[in-house]
């Protein structure tokens, strides 16, 4: 950069120009290049900062005051200060990029923000909050912070065992260290906690204000969509978007990470929006669970097991009926029957029908049958109709690619159904060792698999 390359010689370090003229002598063990122009080079124990200046045609170097720097700042434009008390132990500080000292190398380091702030401590046990010119602006009295200062600098932090909010950089207590416990509730408005206090469980915001009372035994499932509350042996939930509550209603709740929950009254299941706070369908399901993108709901008819097969949402895709239903990642779903089997994309719409009842999906992405002639075939769940690629055998799925049977040649194809080498050899084994084993022309040979990270 600037008509200059930083260059390694003899295991050393140093600089040329275009022209391939020594600037800095290839001398050093470390090197290191900063903002601001400057180089710092180690050279055993001593550390050398160079300034580079660009003028045209002229790129040039000059030794300036050294910097005890051994780490990358986490402050851009600035220097970080290294102070290796003893071997077990280091303090860290900050200079500008003329080496003049502005943070002394006295602080255990944590979390710093690129604009001039660091979470410091001066014991390792207490913690607070400085500027880039050591003014303390929180002191030295917190437990170390457990996570990332938000971009709204509202942070939670503990202190003699009880924690609360405080805005930063001014310090300002949001909300008063009398809390047992604050997590940051990822709400869709504004950001809220999760707070418990005397054992029990609500949700406040940074202003003090109670979203839901401090009356529950446990929050379970923080998510964008869905938390389940719990007291006794009930359960309800609270959406973070419509600020909403179904109130202790439910025996049991699952998928709750989603808005649309599977909820239990009795021994039934129904789907219900956690968000609108209605019941998308009645009480009526020995069993829920996800496919795919399809929802399945088990209903009992003399004897019988039918399943309902329902979109994300809730809405009917198949009306119940006894057969299994398998959805695919891409959306389409394989329903086997008794005698007969269906693929379907994801609003119902037929993709492919199958006589064949040994018809069956296969590995999780494929779905075998049987040709016209009853030999076996295969094709990938996100085959079209008319775009259909009929193999006549699929391997193992290893190292990013099967080999694949198709009109008496092999090739090899990734999981998303695609040819990663055409069909053109006589034989071909499973990838291994970043390699691939082919017969073409009656020889075999060897090639490398370029799928293979």
Known sequence: QGGIFMVRKNGKYGVVDLNRKILIEPI???????????????????????????????????????????????????????????????????????GDTLVPPIYYLGECLPDGYAIASQDGQKWGFIDIHNKVLLDFKYDKLRVKIPANMQVPLKKDDKMGVVQLPEGKVLLPFEYDMLTINKRIKARAYQAQKDKAWGIIDANGISLLPMEYDALIGESNNTLVLKKGNLYGTWSPYSEKTSG????????????????????????????????????????????????????????????????????????????????????????????????????????????????NVFDKTW??????????????????????IWLESVGKLSEGLRACKYNGKYGYMNDNGEWAIKPIFDDAKDASSKFLRVKYSGKWGVLKNSASK
């Open 367 to 388: 779905i075998s049958a049987k040709d016209k002639k009853g030999n076996p075939a295969f094709i990938h769940a996100s085959c079209r109709p008319g775009k259909e």
């Open 28 to 98: 050093y063990d470390k090197m290191n290049s900063t903002t601001g122009g400057y180089y710092i080079f180690q050279k055993g124990q001593d550390t050398i900062m160079w300034k580079f200046t660009p003028m045209k045609g002229y790129p040039v170097f000059e030794k300036t005051k050294p910097a005890e720097v051994k780490e990358e700042s986490p402050i851009p434009g600035y220097i970080k200060l290294v102070n290796k008390v003893s071997n077990k132990e280091t303090r860290y500080g900050f200079a500008n990029m003329k």
């Open 248 to 359: 202790l209603v439910f025996d049991e709740i699952s998928n709750r990470d989603d808005s649309i929950c599977f909820v239990k009254k009795g021994e039934l299941w129904a789907l219900f929006n956690s968000v609108q706070v209605k019941e998308i369908t009645s009480f009526k399901y020995t069993k829920i669970n996800k496919s795919g993108v399809f929802l399945v709901g088990e209903i009992q008819e003399n004897g019988q097991t039918m399943r309902h097969l329902l979109d994300k949402n809730g809405n009917e895709v198949l009306p119940p009926e006894n057969a299994t239903m398998y959805g695919f990642a891409d959306g389409s779903c394989f329903v086997k029957r008794a005698n007969s089997s269906i693929h379907i994309d994801e609003e119902g719409n037929l993709l492919h029908e199958f006589d064949d009842k040994s018809a």
